[in-house]
């Protein structure tokens, strides 16, 4: 199983955004932790492009070396878990192409579980979208290690 946390932050809305992402593996083992800088946009854009980007890292299956069996998702977007389940209909024109777009990548893994989570358990998601949105540039502290 693999735990994927994400968070998308703007200060503003719209204003200065980012996305965190950070993956494990069932050993808790580290396989991703970036922000990446968004530039100008929303929240809820944000928090789809955290999911995006870390749906096509796991994707990625030659580069992981780990069974993609089931993925664990959390997130502290209801909003975003609603929609993607299709309890919420999505009126934001500028997200519907989003959500397209994580549902084509959601179709290349057997089962995906949504968890929905506080904001104090999405810690490491949340540090390093705000760290990306405070320096204004795309971090990846496994390789800046």
């Known amino acids: 199983m693999i735990e994927v946390y994400v968070d998308g932050a703007s200060r503003g809305n719209p204003g200065p955004s980012a996305a965190g992402i950070y993956i494990k ?3 808790g083992n580290d396989l991703l932790k970036k922000g990446e800088y968004l530039g100008e946009t929303t929240n809820n854009v944000a928090e ?27 997130t502290d977007s209801q909003l975003l878990i609603n929609q993607l389940k299709g309890d919420y ?20 893994f057997p089962r995906i579980k949504f968890n929905l989570i506080i904001r104090k358990n999405n810690k490491v998601a949340d540090k390093l979208a705000n760290k990306s949105m405070n320096l204004e540039e795309d971090i990846d502290e496994l390789k800046d290690k």
Request: aromatic share 6%; hydrophobic share 40%; charged share 35%.
């Open 25 to 27: 593996d069932n050993r």
């Open 48 to 74: 789809y492009t955290a999911l995006i980007r870390a749906l096509r890292y796991l994707s990625d299956k030659k580069r992981l070396k780990i069974s993609l069996k089931e993925i664990t998702l959390y």
């Open 89 to 108: 209909r999505i009126r934001s024109q500028n997200l519907i192409p989003l959500a397209i777009e994580a549902r084509k990548l959601m179709k290349n």
